[in-house]
């Protein structure tokens, strides 16, 4: 199974670009705006069949206990060629949702979705897993990193319908956005520009089947240059778009090679004993959807701290690409690259 890693969801758009030279009028397809008006170009709709935007707007369902879960209904967004689809964070493992959540899909032959997790944690150190289920047979099954889309093609020929099921699961307790991608084939057409120019060169950046996300810098809430330490709070601010109220792939005061150190206070201590880690929380602003920042390292360090300590790490900016321009924590990137959660003496700071 192919697949295809992003690095946030908001940044998924294929659009065709309308010169200026365009008679507005002379447009017989349904357009609209972009509702940002930085953004000057217009989009033409994709076309989804009422039987199938109905079942991308429905609400996600409780695997385990087949429960619909009535306040998180699918948020779609129509684009030139594709869709995307939306679900509110969801917190696996805990109160009434279990493991795994079920999407239902009526589609047809050819189509093409692209189902993936997008976390909001900066520092996740958690893996979730997508299952597809056609016919009720599970035909994929993929472990993924935080948006890193799994692509599936709908059997059958053009314009059979077809039902197919989508599972999103974690097998701990933590926050993830069910999110895919939704592209008909009758849509498809030639490859087309990918990114959409706006006037401020707040442009959505593929490459090499990545997506980048720039930083927006918002005079408000920009840290006035590089800190000599931050807090949890501080370094997920500093890779915070405002904007959009996403993560991005930059950050607004360090380059690569540089290190952020963090000194924090400990609020919250845990040992998974199930995956011999510990997970260390951090107080973090609510209104980004979560409780708590987050740092997982391997065993149990539940006798070496406790809640109140303050803690000094230190972690290295890495490129994401090779001009340098998006960049992660080198955490991430090893914890991307093999799945294990690292020791903490890699990034203890003593300076």
């Not at 039987?51 to 030139?80: C, F, M, Q």
């Not at 093609?153 to 999103?168: A, C, D, L």
């Not at 979560?290 to 070496?304: A, M, Q, Y």
């Given at each position: 199974?192919?697949?295809?890693k992003?690095?946030?969801?908001?940044?998924?758009?294929?659009?065709?670009i309308?010169?200026?030279?365009?008679?507005?009028?002379?447009?017989?397809?349904?357009?609209?705006?972009?509702i940002?008006?930085?953004?000057?170009?217009?989009?033409?709709?994709?076309?989804?069949?009422?039987?199938?935007?109905?079942?991308?707007?429905?609400?996600i369902?409780?695997?385990?206990?087949?429960?619909?879960?009535?306040?998180?209904?699918?948020?779609?967004?129509?684009y030139?060629?594709?869709?995307?689809?939306?679900?509110?964070?969801?917190?696996?493992n805990?109160g009434?949702?279990?493991?795994?959540?079920?999407?239902?899909?009526?589609?047809?032959?050819?189509?093409?979705?692209?189902?993936?997790?997008?976390?909001?944690?900066?520092?996740?150190?958690?893996?979730?897993?997508?299952?597809?289920?056609?016919?009720?047979?599970l035909?994929?099954?993929?472990?993924?990193?935080?948006?890193?889309?799994?692509?599936?093609?709908?059997?059958?020929?053009?314009?059979?319908?077809?039902?197919?099921?989508?599972h999103?699961?974690?097998?701990?307790?933590?926050?993830?956005?069910?999110?895919?991608?939704?592209?008909?084939?009758?849509?498809r057409?030639?490859?087309?520009?990918?990114?959409?120019?706006?006037?401020?060169?707040?442009?959505?950046?593929?490459?090499?089947?990545?997506?980048?996300?720039?930083?927006?810098?918002?005079?408000?809430?920009?840290?006035?240059?590089?800190?000599?330490?931050?807090t949890?709070?501080?370094?997920?601010?500093?890779?915070?778009?405002?904007?959009?109220?996403?993560?991005?792939?930059?950050?607004?005061?360090?380059n690569?090679g540089?290190?952020?150190?963090?000194?924090?206070?400990?609020?919250?201590?845990e040992?998974?004993?199930?995956?011999?880690k510990?997970?260390?929380?951090?107080?973090?602003?609510?209104?980004h959807?979560?409780?708590?920042?987050?740092?997982?390292?391997?065993?149990?360090?539940t006798?070496?701290?406790?809640?109140?300590?303050?803690?000094s790490?230190?972690?290295?900016?890495?490129?994401?690409?090779e001009?340098y321009?998006?960049?992660?924590?080198?955490?991430?990137?090893?914890?991307?690259?093999?799945?294990?959660?690292?020791?903490?003496?890699?990034?203890?700071?003593n300076?």
């Amino acid at each position: 199974m192919k697949k295809i890693k992003i690095a946030l969801l908001s940044s998924i758009i294929l659009s065709s670009i309308v010169t200026t030279s365009v008679n507005a009028e002379s447009i017989t397809i349904d357009t609209k705006k972009d509702i940002d008006q930085n953004y000057d170009v217009i989009q033409p709709m994709v076309t989804i069949p009422n039987w199938v935007k109905s079942a991308l707007k429905s609400v996600i369902v409780n695997v385990a206990k087949r429960i619909p879960i009535s306040d998180n209904p699918g948020t779609v967004y129509e684009y030139s060629n594709h869709a995307l689809v939306y679900h509110k964070s969801v917190q696996f493992n805990t109160g009434g949702i279990g493991s795994a959540i079920e999407k239902n899909l009526n589609l047809y032959g050819r189509d093409v979705i692209k189902p993936y997790l997008q976390r909001n944690q900066l520092v996740p150190g958690v893996k979730g897993y997508i299952n597809i289920l056609w016919n009720g047979s599970l035909v994929s099954t993929d472990t993924v990193s935080s948006g890193e889309q799994v692509s599936y093609t709908v059997p059958g020929s053009e314009g059979t319908p077809r039902n197919i099921k989508v599972h999103y699961g974690s097998t701990e307790k933590t926050h993830w956005y069910p999110r895919m991608d939704y592209i008909p084939y009758r849509d498809r057409g030639p490859i087309l520009p990918s990114r959409i120019i706006s006037s401020n060169d707040s442009d959505y950046v593929e490459e090499d089947n990545n997506v980048y996300i720039k930083n927006q810098v918002n005079s408000e809430v920009t840290l006035n240059g590089q800190l000599t330490s931050y807090t949890m709070e501080d370094l997920y601010m500093d890779f915070y778009n405002e904007k959009i109220e996403e993560l991005s792939n930059q950050s607004k005061s360090l380059n690569v090679g540089e290190h952020a150190k963090i000194i924090d206070t400990i609020t919250n201590l845990e040992y998974d004993k199930e995956n011999d880690k510990t997970i260390f929380h951090f107080k973090a602003n609510y209104e980004h959807d979560i409780s708590s920042h987050e740092l997982h390292f391997s065993g149990n360090l539940t006798d070496n701290y406790s809640v109140g300590d303050k803690i000094s790490l230190s972690f290295e900016i890495m490129p994401l690409t090779e001009d340098y321009d998006f960049v992660d924590l080198d955490y991430n990137i090893m914890f991307s690259k093999t799945g294990v959660v690292p020791e903490i003496s890699s990034f203890i700071s003593n300076k």
